[in-house]
C-alpha cells in the first residue's frame, strides 16, 4: 500500500513539473535602463513607446496594438521594448549624459523623450534604435495594428538599409 502511494505522488511531482504555464500574452515592456543593460550583453534593436498619463491615445494604442498576440510576439523577438514616460521626474543616464526632468507649465517634459523625437514631442512616439543605440526613426500618432505590422517588419528586419519605405509598403503582406 505504501509503495503505491510514494508511486502516485511521483507519478504527481513529475506531472506538475512538466506542466508548464503559459506565458502571459503582450509586449514584455522595460524600462529604458534595464534595455540598456540587456544590450550590453546581448545587442538588439530598441523599440520605445513614449507616453504620457494623460494621453489618450496612448491608452488606444497599449489596448488595440501592443496587446496584438503577433504584433506582441514580432517586438519581444526582434526588440528590446521600452516603455518610457516622457514626463517621468526620475533621471536617466545614457551614452555619458543625465537626461532630467524639465518643469514647463502645469506639466513638463523629460530630456531623454525630447533627444529621442529631435525635440519634436507628441503623444504616443514609437521610437527604434538600432544595435548602435542610434536613433533610426521617431514615429509620432496612434498607429494601429496593420500600420504598425509592416513597420515592425521594415525595421526589425532590417529592409529599411536597403529599401526605401514607399517601395517596401507596396510588397509587403500583412499577416494580420
Known sequence: ???????????????????????????NWLTFEEAIELHKE????????????????????????????????YINENFYPVKFNAEQKESVVFDGHTFKFIPQGRRGVHELAAALTRNQLSYPTTVFMDEELRIIQPIAGYLKPKQMEPILNFIGDDHYKSVAWAEYKKGHISSL
Open 1 to 27: 500500500m505504501k509503495a503505491s502511494k510514494y508511486i502516485l505522488g511521483l507519478i504527481l511531482v513529475v506531472s506538475l513539473s512538466s506542466w508548464s504555464i503559459p506565458e502571459e500574452d503582450g509586449v
Open 42 to 73: 546581448n545587442p538588439k534593436k530598441l523599440l520605445i513607446d513614449l507616453y504620457t498619463d494623460w494621453c489618450g491615445w496612448c491608452k488606444v494604442m497599449d489596448r488595440e496594438t501592443y496587446s496584438n498576440a503577433k504584433l506582441s510576439a
